[in-house]
Nanobody, 125 residues
Framework: QVQLVESGGGLVQPGGSLTISCTAS????????????VAWFRQAPGTQRELVPR????????MYVDSVKGRFTISRDNAKNTIYLQMNILKDEDTAVYFC??????????????WGQGTQVTVST
């Protein structure tokens, strides 16, 4: 089955920038990662997992939640089965574990693959 590996998290000061990535490997049953819409989710302690940005299979259409619009950019490299999240002007409230996944449809929140371990992003002085 597909394995998702997120990486690139770390500690960053407020106002700083960070780019995280997620690579899919393995054989999927019933879907091809590079042909599906994908998304980044985040989960802070004591909260539910939140879908933050999503993008369509080509990467040409993306949607963002209001809290990150203008600051975050999702992109993908289908040849590498990798998606990225560039995060700028980071705020304390962006602190969370970030996960990626493929979506059943572009407007869906249901995911297609098992969750990876996530990557921790901490925004703090």
């Amino acid at each position: 089955q597909v394995q998702l590996v997120e990486s690139g998290g770390g500690l960053v000061q407020p106002g700083g920038s960070l780019t995280i990535s997620c690579t899919a490997s393995g054989t999927a049953s019933g879907f091809t990662f590079s042909s599906e819409p994908v998304a980044w989710f985040r989960q802070a302690p004591g909260t539910q997992r939140e879908l933050v940005p999503r993008t369509n299979p080509s990467g040409g259409v993306s949607m963002y939640v209001d809290s990150v619009k203008g600051r975050f950019t999702i992109s993908r490299d289908n040849a590498k089965n990798t998606i990225y999240l560039q995060m700028n002007i980071l705020k304390d409230e962006d602190t969370a574990v970030y996960f990626c996944n493929a979506l059943k449809t572009f407007y869906d929140t249901r995911v297609l693959a098992p969750w990876g371990q996530g990557t921790q992003v901490t925004v703090s002085t």
